[in-house]
C-alpha cells in the first residue's frame, strides 16, 4: 500500500475581443492511497479565483473531490 500526494498552481491570463481582460489562478492539493496495486481512493481540494476587469465578473470557487480508481484487464 502506498500514499501519494500532489500539488499545483496555474496562473492564466484572458484578454477578449471586447477589452475585458480576466486573471485566473488555479491552485490546489490532494492525496490518493492504493488500497490494492490496482485499486486507489483519493481526495483534492482545489481554488479557482478570477479577477476580471468588468465589475460583477469576478468570482471564487472552492472545489472538494473524493475519486475512486481502478485498473482492471492485461498490462
Not at 500500500?1 to 500532489?6: Q, S
Amino acid at each position: 500500500m502506498r500514499w501519494d500526494a500532489f500539488a499545483y498552481i496555474n496562473r492564466t491570463e484572458e484578454d477578449f475581443d471586447s477589452g475585458r481582460n480576466d486573471e485566473i489562478l488555479d491552485y490546489g492539493f490532494g492525496v490518493d492511497y492504493a488500497l490494492r496495486p490496482w485499486l486507489s481512493v483519493g481526495g483534492g481540494y482545489t481554488v479557482i479565483e478570477r479577477d476580471s476587469s468588468v465589475a460583477g465578473e469576478d468570482y471564487e470557487d472552492e472545489i472538494f473531490t473524493v475519486k475512486l480508481s481502478g485498473q482492471f484487464g492485461n498490462r
